[in-house]
């Protein structure tokens, strides 16, 4: 299957920042844990933020027969927790593959990621702004003999998920969660503390959170299934058939008419691989059908005939992330001190906004773009903001050059304003340690603190184990250091998790302009108001310049279209494999 030649999308961004109604942020850990955009028209009229074109040529018309495979195999670096109770003891998405099994009260549309229907027919925000009232699907199987899913499933999943021994990243968040049984069909939430977040956590953005499972089935396993056992029974159109700890995770076609769709394959196998290099030999040798790679495997496969799927929404964003100043309040292994800036050090140079800004601009984002991302990377220009939501302001675009664009000699002039120069550099510490999964950080953070030391700026690699540094983050010591923001978090959980003096990790970058502005749109929950809010907070965060923005990476896999048609990947949740209806089979 040939690919299309990317190119800006233009006038379906600009229809979508009008019309969608968008959803809101990503779940996370509660606890701690360059397409350029568009020339100006002579209008004087800004395009928006350049999105890849993911579209794909039609897949041929194959003769309808069976599948030229039973089971569909997709390969993916093994999990760092496997269990059968995910909901006490996992993160959200760690567990992806159970969307297989397990569906959600909302889905994320896969072509924009806005909140829709699945086993929530409707939801309302209640008269006290914070609580939600869901209309649940009548008629939805469990698998096995274990009746329809009702209200008590949603009450038994809350009381799984905020038991004493939760280890499960949103057990705060459900601590909040008092489920009130109205109905069978209906039941509400009430809520003790606003969490805008909520709508998120109980949607197909966060596996799992809030995914239903029958309480009668996991009553029936003892209620805390572990790996002997297997995981209690799910709604999905595939239920589970098999799991060997590390090797796989194995499911199977339900043998009779779904409420929504009917898969192709009778079964679908999740194959844990960690070598990429492994996986792009399985993909070539056809052992498997699905994978992802990092870019120099992934142009192998591509060569060797492999088709690319793009995730049409953007949820990886890359930038650098300011670690200082952190507001002076207690937390952890930190005492406040009362100190008279109100912030735990007040000779952190990031306090100064003439910095950062200098910091940003200092930075060739296209260079790493380039070499780094194989010139796919969609320009950040709002950090943690998605330019496809209905939040999106068009003057974060038209003013990125000015008060971002890469302009070394306006970075030194900035820099001279703020003090520093060649008899008095900034010195700056930037962390160039390795992470999983992120092979490009290191290459990406060296080429960082080039740039920085072209403007003057005195460097430090910082090489310590992050076993270290994260001590270090718990006593507030750092400050005048950068770190790689690789977040599949954005905008409201991002603001929590990474800026928030409130109830966060706070390893950050704290502001007092940022407190206010996150406590304000944290007070409410209903999409269309905290979303008026976040606009507001953008137009403040551009102008403080909380991070050093780069680029969004686009999500891609690669699947093999002697078995695979087609697949229009979404991206949601957070470039994970998804919506697995949209896999189509080539058949014989």
């Not at 195999?73 to 567990?95: C, F, K, L, Q």
């Not at 489920?179 to 003790?192: F, G, K, Q």
């Not at 070539?284 to 060569?303: F, G, S, Y």
């Not at 507030?476 to 905008?491: E, K, L, Q």
Request: aromatic share 10%.
């Amino acid at each position: 299957m040939k690919r299309r030649d990317r190119t800006t999308l233009l006038p379906l961004l600009i229809f979508i920042l009008a019309a969608a109604t968008v959803f809101s942020a990503c779940g996370g850990d509660d606890e701690g844990a360059a397409a350029p955009t568009g020339d100006v028209p002579d209008s004087g009229t800004v395009a928006p933020t350049a999105v890849p074109d993911t579209a794909t040529d039609p897949a041929p018309v194959e003769a309808m027969g069976d599948p030229v495979v039973e089971r569909l195999i997709i390969s993916t670096a093994a999990p760092t927790v496997e269990t059968n109770n995910p909901w006490r003891y996992e993160s959200p998405r760690g567990p992806w593959f159970f969307a297989l099994t397990n569906e959600s009260l909302l889905a994320g549309d896969a072509d924009t990621g806005e909140h829709v229907p699945q086993l929530a027919e409707s939801w309302t925000i209640e008269p006290d702004g914070v609580s939600v009232r869901w209309k649940l699907r009548e008629g939805v199987r469990f698998h096995g003999d274990n009746g329809d899913f009702t209200s008590a499933d949603l009450v038994a999943m809350i009381a799984n998920h905020s038991a004493d021994d939760s280890r499960h990243s949103h057990r705060s968040q459900y601590r909040a969660v008092t489920p009130e049984v109205v109905s069978d069909y209906e039941v509400v939430y009430r809520i003790s503390k606003s969490n805008p977040e909520i709508l998120n956590n109980s949607s197909s953005w966060n596996v799992i959170s809030g995914e239903p499972y029958s309480a009668k089935d996991m009553e029936a396993l003892g209620g805390d299934p572990d790996l002997t056992s297997r995981p209690p029974a799910g709604t999905g159109a595939y239920q589970f058939l098999e799991r060997n700890q590390g090797v796989d995770f194995v499911v199977e076609r339900v043998d009779y008419e779904h409420w929504r769709y009917q898969p192709d394959w009778e079964e679908v196998e999740i194959r844990f691989s960690s070598e990429a290099s492994t996986r792009l030999a399985s993909l070539l040798t056809e052992e498997i059908h699905v994978t992802v790679l990092p870019l120099d495997l992934q142009n192998q496969a591509e060569e060797a005939g492999m088709a690319v799927a793009t995730g049409q929404v953007l949820t990886r964003e890359r930038s650098g992330m300011f670690q200082g100043p952190i507001l002076d309040k207690n937390y952890a292994d930190y005492e406040a001190q009362g100190t008279a800036c109100g912030y735990a050090n007040c000779e952190d140079a990031l306090l100064d906004v003439r910095v950062r800004k200098a910091l940003a601009k200092a930075v060739d984002r296209g260079a790493i773009n380039n070499a780094f991302f194989g010139g796919k990377g969609v320009e950040v220009h709002n950090p943690h903001f998605v330019p496809t939501r209905s939040y999106w302001n068009p003057e974060w675009d038209r003013r990125f050059d000015e008060e971002y664009g890469y302009n070394p000699e306006a970075a030194m002039a900035l820099l001279a304003e703020a003090g520093y120069g060649p008899d008095n550099p900034l010195h700056l510490q930037v962390d160039v340690t390795g992470s999983s999964g992120l092979p490009e950080k290191q290459d990406v953070m060296e080429a960082m603190a080039g740039y920085f030391n072209d403007v003057g700026i005195k460097t430090e690699l910082d090489v310590r184990d992050p076993t270290i540094t994260r001590a270090a983050s718990r006593r507030f010591d750092f400050g005048n250091r950068i770190i790689y923001m690789t977040s599949n978090i954005v905008d409201l959980q991002a603001f929590r998790v990474h800026h928030c003096s409130c109830e966060s990790p706070r390893s950050g970058f704290e502001l007092k302009e940022m407190d206010e502005t996150i406590a304000y749109h944290r007070a409410v929950i209903e999409t269309e108001e905290v979303f008026r809010r976040m606009r507001e907070t953008g137009d403040i965060t551009f102008d403080l310049h909380i991070a050093i923005p780069i680029v969004w990476k686009p999500e891609e896999l690669l699947y093999n279209p002697n078995v695979v048609a087609s697949y229009e990947w979404s991206g949601v949740p957070l470039g994970t494999v998804s919506h697995f209806e949209r896999f189509i089979a080539v058949r014989k």
